[in-house]
């Protein structure tokens, strides 16, 4: 099985540094007002996923690499909200050969699902991408003045303000996607998906730890080591894992389960 981690983990108390992350109350006094519950360090499943670009001539092709969560991907309905499954930065990190590790608990792939995540993303890119080009020279049109030397002693009209706000704002949507996409899967704005193709499964060193506040309530906090040199950084890695979680209470439920 091919896995990523990082070597820091190995020589740090673990569970003395995850008790600092308690949340305290007071500037001087610092007060805990939650301790930790339990933690584990867990290895959970991602999926290479290669995708085959297209540039802005027909002939221009490229192929870039990025990482998919494979547990959570069927979980999440929201379009935007899968942004957050995918990790861009670790296509490039040196996996190991680990025949040692093993799922912490039984796991049963769903390509189909997890297929359709990607092909949704690639449509709904698409889509985006159309319409971002459709509304660029309405736009550009709006803010070409050809009468320059008046336009700087004269305001524009105010109609034409709010025409140029309103194709802003229209167009925002789509764009943000766009960029979102493109960091996600290490392209560009311009470079369009025309495939995807699932590769291996690549386990990443994860930790969990359940915080108990002192009113009963609870807190998860994930941290991805691949990458990183220090906790601060592991859990700056995990903030995307540890909003799904707090969006879905079955990702919770399920990412959670695995701590001890």
């Not at 999926?47 to 998919?68: E, Y």
């Not at 894992?241 to 209470?249: F, I, M, P, Q, S």
Request: one cysteine or more; aromatic letters at 4%; a negative charge.
């Amino acid at each position: 099985m091919e896995i990523i981690k990082a070597d820091w983990l190995n020589n740090v108390d673990l569970e003395e540094i995850l008790q600092k992350k308690a949340k305290t109350t007071g500037l001087l006094t610092k007060k805990p007002i939650e301790t930790l519950e339990s933690y584990k360090v867990v290895f959970r499943p991602f999926k290479r996923i290669t995708l085959n670009i297209t540039g802005l001539r027909a002939d221009d092709t490229s192929q870039t690499v990025s990482l998919i969560d494979e547990e959570l991907a069927p979980l999440i309905q929201d379009s935007d909200h899968r942004i957050l499954l995918w990790r861009p930065n670790y296509s490039d990190l040196r996996t190991i050969a680990d025949d040692t590790i093993e799922l912490e608990r039984e796991f049963h792939s769903n390509e189909d699902s997890l297929q359709g995540v990607i092909d949704d993303m690639m449509e709904e890119r698409w889509t985006s991408q159309e319409f971002d080009e459709e509304m660029r020279p309405k736009l550009r049109r709006l803010q070409a003045d050809p009468l320059t030397t008046i336009s700087v002693i004269l305001p524009r009209s105010p109609g034409g303000l709010r025409k140029e706000q309103l194709i802003i704002d229209e167009r925002k949507g789509s764009h943000a996607y766009i960029l979102a996409t493109s960091l996600v899967t290490n392209c560009v704005p311009k470079d369009i998906i025309t495939s995807a193709d699932v590769g291996e499964r690549v386990l990443v060193e994860t930790i969990i730890a359940i915080y108990r506040a002192n009113d009963g309530t609870s807190r998860m906090l994930a941290m991805e080591s691949p990458g990183t040199n220090s906790l601060y950084e592991a859990v700056k890695a995990g903030m995307a894992l540890t909003r799904l979680c707090k969006l879905y209470g079955n990702c919770r439920e399920l990412v959670s389960s695995t701590s001890k």
